[in-house]
Structure formats: structure tokens, C-alpha cells
């Protein structure tokens, strides 16, 4: 696992803390998103 977060901070140098923190959250609501579609539909 650290390894992997090794990897995001290679690709992600360049990128401000900021916009990784918005692009997580982001991401986050999204899934959240499809999960409650999930449980509506079964």
C-alpha cells in the first residue's frame, strides 16, 4: 500500500496539495453517488 502512495506522489509532484484534496473529495461524492443508486435500485 505505501508503495502505491509512493506512485500518486510521483505523478502528482507538480500538482497543489489543494487540488488533490478537492479532486479526493470529488471523487468521494461520486462514489458515494453510485452507491445510493446502488441500494435504490436493489
Known amino acids: 500500500m505505501p508503495n ?3 506512485k ?3 505523478k502528482h509532484r507538480g500538482v ?3 487540488r488533490l484534496v ?3 473529495y470529488t471523487l468521494l461524492d461520486k ?3 453510485c ?3 446502488e ?3 436493489s
Open 4 to 6: 502505491l502512495v509512493e
Open 8 to 10: 500518486f506522489r510521483e
Open 16 to 18: 497543489s496539495l489543494k
Open 22 to 24: 478537492d479532486t479526493y
Open 31 to 33: 462514489i458515494n453517488e
Open 35 to 37: 452507491k445510493r443508486k
Open 39 to 41: 441500494d435504490f435500485d
